[in-house]
């Protein structure tokens, strides 16, 4: 049945966008929250005076730790970092190489990351409960649920190019937020670690990506298709990860 969505044409892109992207879409619960951010504090990381604070969903309610770097110059790029740890974890290297280049820099902890951490029972950890997926959507599926909220945001605060980079595991979040944020109002850039992972394998994903319903709307390799036409750098796939369906989406896009 997937196969007859495979992007030979726009058309069958489009087609492929409709049907699976929405169960997709379905999985990780995305919705057309207006996104808001509220600052709580000042401070410094890696020599550099940080804001952090709060981007909050309309619809739900979910809150996701954010903390933003002004750049050393004028900012024509807006870039996101997801580190899998959180925006602690970032090496500082990096974050002050990014600044002095004129990036204005963000971070956010998605679900259960750095600060974003749900408390949970030590007798009864989130998601040990029998049937707690009817009802409760997994750790990942939150996490890319905050990723395309902290997306949404950045493209509506202001008209610089937005770049999202997913380090680790966090660049299979990020990448399954590009399929479902789909098409913008102006290309975004992903710079994505794969991670290695399997696309055939079903253990790959009970294991590395538990989303009910993920594989149904064709998993990350067609994800890596409704990437598409945004500017996408995938890395670190190895053999496993398979790419043939966004080479076919991006070919439409010469």
Not at 51 to 58: E, P
Not at 145 to 152: G, H, K, Q, T, W
Not at 167 to 195: H, K, M, T
Not at 198 to 206: F, G, I, P, V
Request: aromatic letters at 8%; hydrophobic letters at 45%.
């Amino acid at each position: 049945v997937l196969a007859g969505y495979g992007p030979t044409t726009r058309e069958k892109l489009e087609e492929n966008r409709r049907v699976l992207g929405e169960a997709l879409r379905l999985a990780v619960g995305c919705d057309d929250s207006a996104v808001s951010f509220r600052e709580s504090a000042k401070g410094e990381y890696a020599g550099l005076t940080c804001v952090d604070g709060q981007l909050t969903g309309s619809l739900r309610g979910v809150e996701i730790p954010m903390r933003g770097f002004a750049a050393a110059k004028s900012s024509a790029v807006s870039t996101l970092l997801i580190h899998p740890q959180g925006a602690g974890a970032l090496d500082a290297d990096l974050v002050r190489a990014l600044a002095a280049a004129g990036h204005a820099l963000h971070a956010i902890d998605p679900f259960g990351c750095g600060k974003n951490i749900a408390e949970q029972k030590a007798q009864e950890p989130r998601g040990s409960s029998p049937f707690f997926t009817t009802f409760n959507r997994t750790d990942d599926a939150e996490r890319i649920y905050d990723i395309a909220l902290a997306v949404r945001y950045l493209l509506a605060a202001s008209s610089a190019q937005v770049q999202i980079v997913g380090l680790g595991a966090a660049g299979l979040w990020a990448l399954a937020a590009a399929a479902v944020l789909g098409p913008q109002d102006r290309l975004l850039r992903f710079a994505l670690d794969l991670n290695e992972f399997d696309t055939a394998s079903a253990a790959a994903y009970l294991n590395d990506l538990p989303i009910p319903g993920i594989l149904r709307a064709g998993g990350l390799a067609n994800a890596a298709a409704l990437a598409a036409p945004h500017d996408t750098l995938l890395h670190n796939g190895g053999e496993r990860f398979d790419c043939t369906w966004a080479e076919m989406a991006y070919a439409l896009y010469p």
